[in-house]
């Protein structure tokens, strides 16, 4: 399919919602009733040429009893789909009441396969059917859908003569034009985008920096990819797209298998219903509805890759609680057993539950194939500093680099995404390392590559081009250092929390004791200090620097000794600013006096 044709389809459904729904919906609801549409007609194009088979089909296994006809219905149909009703939905468009055809409609619409139901229940399209009834404008967008000069067949249309009028519309490019509908509705409701759409070069960029270092790894065998904030079913597909793309480059055949999960109704929809649009109805059945913290879809499964843009600064309470309440959680994602200890929490404070979802990935890495798993996930700052040692966010840090499992830090550009300015990062975890990143981790500063939008869609003002996101994989490749990129080793992100005691004076100036001959520390001068885990020599050695000389008194309560990381990009990659030569600064200040004088002096006159 050529652009021009994608654009004319894209275009032509797209005004069906100017046409037929302007008076009835706000533009921010146009979706509900457009997006919908759009798979029924996909669907009802698919199922066209075998629709007397169907019948037939339901004919016989209703004289026979057969109650459970689904597979054998779908089997007539030739898809993973069906509808068994009298009806096709062009059949529609000659009613003479809206009653008839708002009955008709529902017992089209009820004719379905339990799949495409799920889908139709999650859109919550049956409650719209009252509103264009009562408004007079179901018909109205049922025949700009059947309409002749626009083809969603998978089939071409042709002429008198046998020849192609207008070309088939395959799978793939299906699949393309409902997703950009999905895009264009995003722009109409940005505040709505940003929860759960990622802008397309982010996730571009998100995908080359998973596949693209193992491409020569990738052989004839089966993979799978799995996002756990799946939203519309984006990363998946690109993924796809990307692993399929090097795969043909090399001449190889690879089977993919998608899996996700998403809470939102109805971007879980439209995922399962993007699947099926594409003849994927199989892969449709692995996209699990609910909250991936506290109803994990795929407990027991591993995966190849996985790529999320979770939630952030979202409160969990609500997974929370279902989890068993904060300090009863016994997840075994979140709660493990790491450093001798068997209850290592990692939970974050309940107003962000980010860091879980990148903890949800770690419990889902391979750990007994040759390339093991590859992570990317986008977090905003916070995962990088929230929480003091010992702490849940402070602790899945610890967990993961001490694991050696986080490859690179990217600092993306503000103002990437739809409904935020804030910074945000791209975590690229692996744990299959090579040789020459192992015990490592690289910090990549990308905030400046970054190429304006003619114009902003929400808050975001510019994109990753094919060129930057080039630029930027290829910092990563080179796991240099320059400028734009810093290398460290693992424990330069870790410290020691330290408490330090000062003993408590008797009247007379001398230590006090207790009943066991202990010093009793001085409440009032008890202080904490972070020691970097690679400092020379470690605690003793720092103690004895930089904190015997003023305070000889001083010691450490081991007991309450923690370990903590923390990454900051501002710290690495820190650029002073140049300072003005003073005569400078005197020349300008001297003209500015010239120029005051010169004011001055016409006000008085």
């Known amino acids: 399919m050529n652009n021009q044709t994608h654009n004319r389809i894209v275009s032509f459904i797209w005004g069906i919602a100017d046409d037929c729904l302007r008076d009835v919906y706000v533009r921010g609801k146009y979706r509900d009733v457009i997006l919908p549409m759009t798979v029924i007609r996909r669907l009802d ?37 069906c509808n068994s009703s009298d009806f096709r939905l062009r059949d529609l468009t000659s009613r ?10 529902i017992a089209y619409l009820d004719g379905f396969s339990p799949n495409v139901q799920e889908i139709l229940e999650k859109f919550k399209f049956r409650n719209q059917i009252d509103t264009m009834i009562d408004a007079d404008i179901l018909g109205a967008v049922i025949e700009k859908f059947v309409s002749p000069t626009v083809n969603l067949s998978p089939l071409p249309v042709l002429d008198d003569t046998g020849g ?8 793939h490019s299906m699949g393309v034009i409902f997703e950009e509908l999905i895009r264009r509705f995003n722009e109409e409701n940005n505040e709505e985008a940003g929860e759960h759409f990622t802008p397309r070069d982010v996730v571009e960029l998100m995908a080359d920096l998973i596949f693209l270092p193992v491409a020569d790894q990738i052989k004839d065998s089966t993979y799978s990819v799995y996002d756990g904030a799946s939203g519309t079913g984006g990363m998946l597909t690109v993924s796809q797209d990307r692993l399929l793309s090097l795969a043909e480059k090399n001449n190889l055949t690879v089977s993919i298998h998608l899996f996700g999960q998403e809470i939102n109704p109805e971007t879980y929809a439209i995922t399962k219903a993007d699947m099926l649009l594409k003849g994927e109805g199989a892969e449709a059945d692995n996209i699990a509805f609910g909250s991936t913290l506290s109803s994990d879809g795929f407990p027991s499964r591993q995966f190849d890759f996985m790529l999320s843009n979770p939630p952030y600064g979202k409160s969990w309470k609500t997974d929370a609680d279902r989890l068993g309440g904060k300090k009863g959680i016994q997840d075994t994602r979140f709660v493990t057993s790491f450093d001798d200890n068997p209850e290592f929490s990692m939970i974050p404070r309940v107003s962000d539950g980010q860091l ?16 093991g798993s590859r992570i990317a996930e ?47 990062f791209i975590w690229v975890l692996s744990n299959r390392k090579d040789a020459q990143r192992r015990g490592k981790i690289q910090l990549i500063d990308a905030t400046t590559l970054k190429s304006p939008l003619r114009k902003n869609l929400g808050q975001k003002n510019c ?11 290829q910092l990563f490749l080179d796991f240099e250092e320059n400028e734009s990129s810093k290398i460290f080793d693992n424990s330069a992100f ?16 001398k230590p006090l004791r207790d009943k066991k001959g202990k010093l009793v520390p001085n409440k009032d001068l008890t202080e ?10 470690g605690i003793d050695a720092f103690i004895e620097k930089e904190v015997l000389p003023y305070a000889p008194d001083a010691w450490v309560d081991a007991n309450k000794t923690q370990i903590g990381y923390e990454i900051s990009f501002t710290k690495h990659f820190y650029k002073a600013v140049q300072l003005r030569e003073l005569t400078e600064i005197v020349a300008d200040i001297r003209a500015l006096e010239v120029e005051t004088n010169g004011l001055l002096a016409e006000v008085l006159e």
């Open 494 to 509: 870790g410290y020691w929390k330290v408490t330090v005691l000062r003993p408590q004076l008797g009247e007379d100036g």
């Open 96 to 105: 003479v009441s809206q009653q008839k055809l708002k009955t008709d409609f």
């Open 378 to 424: 986008v977090h905003n700052g916070s995962s990088l500093f929230t929480g003091d040692a010992g702490q849940g966010e402070s602790n899945a840090r610890r967990y993961m680099i001490e694991r050696d499992l986080v490859e690179a830090i990217i600092a993306l550009p503000n103002n990437m995404f739809y409904n935020t300015g804030i910074g945000t």
């Open 463 to 473: 994109e990753l081009t094919k060129a930057l996101r080039e630029q930027i994989l």
């Open 164 to 171: 192609v009028r207008i070309p088939a519309l395959d799978n």
């Open 45 to 81: 194009a698919v199922l066209e040429d075998t629709k007397d088979a169907v019948l037939d089909m339901k004919k016989k296994l209703d004289s026979a009893g057969v109650t459970n006809q689904n597979e054998a219905l779908c089997n007539a149909a030739g898809q993973s789909f």
């Open 528 to 537: 904490t200090e972070q020691i970097p885990l690679d400092y020379k020599g």
């Open 356 to 371: 879980l979802f990148l903890l949800n990935n770690v419990a889902k890495m391979k750990e007994t194939t040759e390339m």
